[in-house]
């Protein structure tokens, strides 16, 4: 993105309960991922590490697309397999992958936002946060349905039961945006370790509160701490600095995350 600088603060913690801590994460280049496993003593940080080191395969890559992200997942998603056939102990292990990506999409710079599962992105942009992301969770179709309430989701016991996961031949496809560059925006790129533990109003005063990103990120992660660290916590943060045009528009979720993706087919992240 000519004219434009990016500022990057990342942070994580096993919590207070967890005595291991399987999230994983990545913020180099013009790629920024969060991982969190899941499986336990089915080795979920070899999972989630596996989705990192695929996803830096693009850090030197030009001319990246959407697309290319798309297929990076789903290659992550193959080798976590290929690590379970060799390592038959392991059965079982998965993980979340979400994120953030410098692509070209019309000839032009964009982010690609990709998720899998219920880590999440949110965007800040003039004030305003958003979250970009929709989790694949149970309590998210509870909600989505009306049966719950967003706020009653939290404390739900099936809140931390996903619908897709990176390590099942079944229900591991992305959801990806793709948005245009705004100066001035800031990313969060967290696992439910923080999301869970502090409200949207929370995270939200606190990135008022922290102008530098690394600030930031270990601020949400302390609170989240303080607040309970029942589980693994990570954020990334990625500021973006510069002059680039104010247009907010964005796409759906491209077809490899779209509703034809396997729904109800279930992995517990305890």
């Known amino acids: ?34 991982a969190d496993g899941m499986g336990g003593h089915a080795a979920g940080e070899v999972a989630s590490g596996i989705v990192v080191e695929t996803m830096r395969e693009l850090v030197s890559r ?59 992105v949110y965007r800040a942009i003039d004030g305003a946060l958003t979250q970009v992301t929709v989790d694949h969770s149970e309590v ?14 939290r404390t739900h016991p099936a809140r931390n039961v996903v619908t897709r996961s990176l390590g099942t031949d079944y229900a591991f496809q992305a959801d990806v945006w793709v948005l245009p560059p705004y100066a001035g925006e800031r990313f969060v790129i967290c696992s439910d370790g923080l999301t869970n533990e502090i409200t949207d109003e929370q995270l939200h005063e606190i990135l008022q509160r922290e102008p530098h990103p690394q600030a930031a990120a270990e601020e949400l992660v302390r609170a989240a701490v303080a607040a309970g ?25 491209r077809a490899t995350g779209d509703d034809t993706a396997p729904r109800g087919q279930l992995s517990d992240k305890e």
């Open 140 to 153: 998210q179709e509870l909600v989505e349905a009306g049966v719950i309430t967003a706020e009653e989701a």
């Open 62 to 120: 030009e001319d990246l697309t959407a697309d290319g992200v798309s297929r990076q997942l789903v290659l992550a998603n193959d080798r976590i397999l290929e690590a379970v056939d060799s390592h038959p102990e392991n059965k079982g292990m998965g993980t979340t992958a979400t994120g953030l990506a410098l692509v070209t999409a019309g000839g032009a710079d964009h982010w690609a936002v990709f998720n899998v599962g219920d880590s999440r």
């Open 229 to 253: 660290g029942r589980d693994n916590v990570t954020v990334v943060v990625v500021d973006l600095h510069g002059s680039v045009g104010d247009d907010l528009s964005e796409t759906s979720p």
């Open 1 to 34: 993105m000519p004219g434009l600088t990016l500022r990057v603060g990342a942070a994580t913690d096993t919590g207070r309960v967890r005595s291991l801590n399987e999230d994983s994460a990545l913020a180099e280049g013009g790629i920024f991922v969060v």
